[in-house]
């Protein structure tokens, strides 16, 4: 697609429900980041992927947290047992192969709200 | 880790006022990108610097790699520059994250 494409835009859930959020990022972009912003604040570093698999996953808070790329384009950031505290607007950004620091296109996130 | 602070956190200017926004951070760099984002909207990035100054219309970018420090300036503001504008780095790879650190961003208000 034109963009990095983010479903759902808006979820809300209960506390201890499981979530998943989608990204499609730029078709060719090898790169994929996920980062989670919290109101009034910069974006934090979750996870990111090179290809298939995850070269960094330091971000990721706790075990609850888990992300896929199964083929290397779409990605699934999965919560489970959802806390009030992961309330949050979760953004991917892809870019293009990592080739020193490339510039990143963001998608417009999805705002998670746990009642 | 590396620290990135913005300053100032809040601005509030005049239509037509230049306006210079400051990050700094504290371990060196590959790369920093300055990035803008809307009230509810998603984020855009304006900039991505190793070096120098760049320029994008009424946008200026600059980088000093020895002082840890960037700046971006706004000439003849406009109200539709209003939005949080935010400095991120991507710090030089040692086995440590890959991923960006951004600082908590500044505010931008300009009005009519």
């Known amino acids: 697609g034109a963009g990095v494409s983010q479903t759902p835009s808006n979820k809300v859930t209960e506390k201890g429900k499981y979530v998943e959020l989608r990204c499609d990022p730029i078709?060719?972009?090898?790169?994929l980041y996920w980062y989670r912003q919290s109101l009034g604040q910069g974006p934090e570093f979750l996870i990111y992927?090179?290809?298939?698999?995850?070269?960094?996953d330091s971000g990721l808070p706790n075990d609850r947290f888990f992300a896929v790329r199964p083929e290397g384009s779409v990605s699934t950031l999965k919560i489970q047992r959802t806390e009030r505290g992961d309330s949050a607007v979760y953004l991917c950004?892809?870019?293009?192969?990592?080739?020193?620091?490339?510039?990143?296109?963001f998608g417009a996130g999805s705002r998670l709200t746990v009642l | 880790k590396n620290e990135v602070e913005q300053s100032p956190q809040n601005l509030t200017a005049q239509e037509g006022e230049f306006i210079t926004i400051n990050c700094s951070y504290s371990?060196?760099?590959?790369?920093l990108h300055w990035l803008q984002q809307h009230p509810g909207g998603g984020i855009v990035s304006l900039f991505m610097?190793?070096?120098g100054k760049k320029k994008h219309g009424r946008l200026i970018a600059t980088i000093n790699i020895q002082e840890k420090h960037s700046s971006l300036h706004i000439t003849a503001s406009h109200p539709r520059d209003s939005a949080v504008y935010i400095c991120?780095?991507?710090?030089?790879?040692?086995?440590?994250?890959?991923?960006?650190?951004f600082g908590k961003g500044t505010h931008l208000i300009i009005q009519p």
């Open positions: 371990v060196g760099i590959s790369a």
């Open positions: 078709s060719g972009h090898t790169a």
């Open positions: 610097l190793s070096s």
């Open positions: 991120a780095v991507r710090s030089v790879s040692g086995g440590g994250a890959d991923g960006l650190t």
């Open positions: 950004a892809s870019s293009r192969p990592k080739s020193g620091a490339n510039v990143l296109t």
């Open positions: 992927f090179q290809g298939t698999g995850a070269a960094d």
